[in-house]
């Protein structure tokens, strides 16, 4: 089992900046990715980057690509998931997500994410 702990979210102004932290304990030598999905109100949740967790590997959604920043501190097992620029449109619970070693499944997936946190709130006003 791994679980997973968000921080980081909060209200900020167009053109601001947040950075998310996601905390992973239990099993992490089990992870083979770490991801950050976002769900705003009436819409699906949808990818926005992901990281292999051996940190070789990252990919953003085309929205956030150039403002937004996935990495990781293995020291701490921490991802996070720096955000500039920030527009009103990136308002969302923001999740975080674990893949587990299973074999090759592609990260931007949601269904292929095994571990989940609570989510954290991000409010960006205009």
């Known amino acids: 089992q791994v679980e997973l702990v968000e921080s980081g979210g909060g209200l900020v102004q167009a053109g601001g900046s947040l950075r998310l932290s996601c905390a992973a304990s239990?099993?992490?030598?089990?992870?083979?990715?770490m991801g950050w999905f976002r769900q705003a109100p009436g819409k699906e949740r949808e990818f926005v980057a992901a990281l292999s967790w051996s940190g070789t590997s990252t990919n953003y959604a085309a929205s956030v690509k150039g403002r937004f920043t996935i990495s990781k501190n293995n020291a701490k097992n921490t991802v996070y998931l720096q955000m500039n620029s920030l527009k009103p449109e990136d308002t969302a619970v923001y999740y975080c997500?674990?893949?587990?070693?299973?074999?090759?499944?592609?990260?931007?997936?949601?269904?292929?994410?095994?571990?989940w946190g609570q989510g954290t709130q991000v409010t960006v006003s205009s």
């Open positions: 239990g099993r992490t030598y089990s992870i083979n990715a």
């Open positions: 997500a674990a893949q587990r070693m299973t074999g090759w499944r592609s990260m931007l997936l949601g269904l292929n994410y095994d571990y």
